[in-house]
C-alpha cells in the first residue's frame, strides 16, 4: 500500500519568506510526527499529533514554526520568516499503534 | 539527548554477518530499545524492537543482555543494499523517536 508521502520534495526559498510543507501519512494512522534532520546528524523530534491535537510540541525550536492537522490526517508544517538556520531535511512519520514509526521521503527546504 | 552510545562506524564484508553494538546503561524498565536505519537520502526505515527477550524478523535478530544494558543488532548476511547508517534508540512507547548519530556501516563487496 501507499507510504507516508510528502510534498513538495525540495523546497528553496528566500530569507524572511513563509514556507508550507505537507504530509501525507498512511491511511487511518492515527499518530503523527515531524522531524528535522541537519546534514550529518540523526533527526530531531519537533512535533508530534493524535489524531487532531499536539500531544507534544516540545520540539519546536520558537515560534516561527507552527503544525496542523484539522481533520486527523494530512498535515502541515508552517515556517514564518525563514532563516538560513532552518534549512534541514523535515521529515513526518506516522503509526497505527504504539511502536513502529513509518517514515516519509522527506522535504529538503534551503533558504538562501 | 539520546540515552544510546553506538560506534561511529563500521565495515563488513558482503555475505558475512553484521554485528552492530549499542550500549544504554540508563535504560528503564518500560523502555523498549529500537534499531531504524537510514539509507543515503531516504527516511529512516523500522527495523526491530525489543523490551527483554531476544527478537528475530525477516530483516534482523536482536541481543538483548539480561541486565538490558547493551543490545546488539545482526544482519546475518549483508549485502551491498544494506549500507546505511543504523540507530539504536531507547523508547517509551507512544513517544518521539530520540536519534543520536548511529553507526554508518559500510557493507564491502
Known amino acids: 500500500g501507499a507510504g507516508v508521502s510528502q510534498t513538495p520534495s525540495n523546497k528553496v526559498t528566500e530569507k524572511g519568506k513563509y514556507v508550507e510543507l505537507r504530509c501525507d501519512p498512511i491511511?487511518?494512522?492515527?499518530?503523527l510526527y515531524w522531524y528535522r534532520q541537519s546534514l550529518g546528524q540523526g533527526p530531531e523530534f519537533l512535533i508530534y499529533?493524535?489524531?487532531?491535537?499536539?500531544?507534544?510540541d516540545s520540539g519546536l525550536p520558537n515560534d516561527r514554526f507552527f503544525a496542523v492537522r484539522p481533520e486527523g490526517s494530512v498535515s502541515t508544517l508552517k515556517i514564518q520568516r525563514t532563516e538560513r538556520g532552518d534549512s534541514a531535511v523535515y521529515l513526518c512519520?506516522?503509526?497505527?499503534?504504539?511502536?513502529?514509526?513509518?517514515f516519509g521521503p522527506g522535504t529538503r527546504l534551503t533558504v538562501l | 539527548d539520546a540515552k544510546t552510545t553506538q560506534p561511529t562506524s563500521m565495515d563488513c564484508a558482503e555475505g558475512r554477518a553484521a554485528n552492530l553494538p549499542c550500549n544504554h546503561s540508563t535504560i528503564s524498565g518500560n523502555e523498549y530499545v529500537y534499531w531504524y536505519r537510514q539509507i543515503h537520502s531516504q527516511g529512516p526505515q523500522y527495523i526491530i524492537h525489543?523490551?527483554?527477550n531476544n527478537e528475530t524478523n525477516e530483516m534482523a535478530s536482536l541481543i538483548i543482555t539480561e541486565d538490558r544494558k547493551s543490545s546488539t543488532l545482526i544482519l546475518p548476511h549483508a549485502t551491498l543494499r544494506d549500507t546505511a547508517v543504523y540507530y539504536c534508540i531507547v523508547r517509551v512507547d507512544n513517544t518521539p523517536l530520540v536519534f543520536g548519530k548511529g553507526t554508518r556501516l559500510s557493507v564491502i563487496a
Open positions: 512519520a506516522s503509526s497505527s499503534n504504539r511502536d513502529k514509526q513509518f
Open positions: 525489543g523490551l527483554k
Open positions: 491511511s487511518g494512522h492515527t499518530a
Open positions: 499529533f493524535q489524531g487532531t491535537g499536539a500531544a507534544d
